[in-house]
């Protein structure tokens, strides 16, 4: 069982910076694949970004590729979203997750509460 909590939303204006934070539960936070999923407003859940367990590999929706950046630090059972150059579009409520298999091709098995993040125009 994880458990994940994520800070680092708010409100912020375009082409500002946020930077989200997911701290992991437990003791084998390298096992798991990391991921962020957001949801805007009558929207359904979108992928955003994925990270290995060993942080050697990422997978990025194309929407943030060149903006946002992932990373995690497994001493601290912690995952990052570095988000840059934010747009209105990116307003959603952000999730946290973490995949016990492929994060290729499988949904993640654990999720946090979520946080949001508002880019006022």
């Known amino acids: 069982q994880v458990q994940l909590v994520e800070s680092g939303g708010g409100l912020v204006q375009a082409g500002g910076s946020l930077r989200l934070s997911c701290a992991a539960s437990?003791?084998?936070?390298?096992?798991?694949?990391m991921g962020w999923f957001r949801q805007a407003p009558g929207k359904e859940r979108e992928f955003v970004v994925a990270?290995?367990?060993?942080?050697?590999?990422?997978l990025y929706a194309d929407s943030v590729k060149g903006r946002f950046t992932i990373s995690r630090d497994n001493a601290k059972n912690t995952v990052y979203l570095q988000m840059n150059s934010l747009k209105p579009g990116d307003t959603a409520v952000y999730y946290c997750?973490?995949?016990?298999?492929?994060?290729?091709?499988?949904?993640?098995?654990?999720w946090g509460q979520g946080t949001q993040v508002t880019v006022s125009s």
């Open positions: 997750a973490a995949y016990t298999r492929n994060y290729y091709s499988d949904p993640p098995d654990y």
């Open positions: 437990g003791r084998t936070f390298s096992k798991y694949a």
């Open positions: 990270i290995s367990g060993s942080g050697g590999s990422t």
